[in-house]
């Protein structure tokens, strides 16, 4: 016996006082987020702070709540200044080859430069969360060891400190595991030989390009290999973020209570630029107990609909509307439930299909 797991999506606006009202709600666990957008010159005057030269994003939300009533509800809101590298597009899924066989060669993480200006994107480190079946530290598990402070990284990865990668507004930044045409083995998979980056396998399982710049491995906590490890099925939970440290040095950790086994990089939540979640799908719905992120992260998440995954779906960031210098701004109010859709066309470097 299967369960069919249905979701549906309301959306309304709040009122002048900032109250929202749904009607004909049927009792059930729901999902509540809320964002709104502020300028540069709201964001100075209520915090006092000039750092939002092109805005900032409210946004708040609770997930899991059951609602059986009129009872209302009041949502705790997070600010976050408007960034200029986003996390564009993750494409984890993978595909079945020509011959129905698991392809995984293909996957790959795009970055988006949505600001009015060029920027470098050299020294950006590219961290991929912990994604064990069962957490290996809970929300609850970080908030009583680490006071709400880090996040788990499985590996970390870092764009060359002397790429000197420029990337124009509106322009992107593809890395992989193997920088060639996939599209030659399947029609579901893309084409990455003008990836600007790529992982060199140590194991040699993968196809790599020479003339493919490598992505630095700063640290890596599964033996014999080196490619990025993004979970075909989910959960996938990718952040990026700058820093002066020294970051092969950061703590690391066992799976909580144990003392033994895998280790995991202590990452500080307070250098994140951008990060977004996506969760294991199945067929009873989503279980959000499994979210790594904070809500200042990703307050909410996004998913493929194939519960194992090998469908070719993208995850990719909406369009918000165009800027003045004629480039896309993608939707970014620190919720990946609001900011991405799926696709199984949407191209590398493409974000409107």
Known sequence: MSLLYVEQTISVRTDASGLATFTNIVPDV???????????E????????????????????????????????TLQTNVSVDRDIVIGKVYYAGSKD???????????????????????????????V???????????????????????????????????????????????????????????DHNLL?????????????????????????????????????LQGGSVGVVIFRTGENVGAWQKVYKYGK????????????????????????????DVSTKRLYDNIDAGYTYINATAGWSGETVYRKILKRSGKGHCILVDTNNSSNDFKVSTKIQ???YDD
């Open 30 to 40: 729901y999902d509540i987020s809320t964002s709104w957008t502020i300028s540069g």
């Open 42 to 73: 709201e964001y100075a005057v209520a915090t006092g702070s000039s750092e939002a030269v092109t805005g900032a994003t409210v946004s708040g939300s609770v997930n899991s709540k059951l609602l059986t009533g009129s009872e209302p509800l």
């Open 98 to 128: 020509n011959n129905k066989r698991n392809y995984m060669a293909g996957k790959y993480i795009e970055l988006y430069n949505q600001s009015d200006e060029p920027v470098d994107v050299s020294g950006l480190y590219i961290g991929i």
């Open 130 to 188: 912990e994604s064990e079946s069962t957490p290996a530290y809970t929300l609850e598990n970080l908030h009583d060891a680490f006071a709400d402070s880090v996040i788990l990284l499985k590996q970390i990865y870092r764009i060359p400190t002397n790429a000197h990668k420029l990337v124009e507004p509106g322009g992107t930044v593809i890395i992989c595991n193997s920088a060639i045409d996939h599209s030659v083995n399947n029609a579901l």
């Open 194 to 230: 003008d990836a600007d980056f790529e992982v060199k396998d140590v194991a040699g399982r993968y196809q790599n390009n020479p003339a493919t710049p490598a992505l630095e491995m700063i640290y890596q906590m599964y033996n014999g290999t080196s490619i990025i490890n993004i």
């Open 259 to 286: 003392s033994s086994g895998m280790q995991w990089v202590l990452c500080p939540r307070r250098l994140i630029i951008d990060g977004m979640e996506a969760l294991k799908n199945k067929t009873s719905g989503i």
């Open 348 to 350: 590398p470097r493409e």
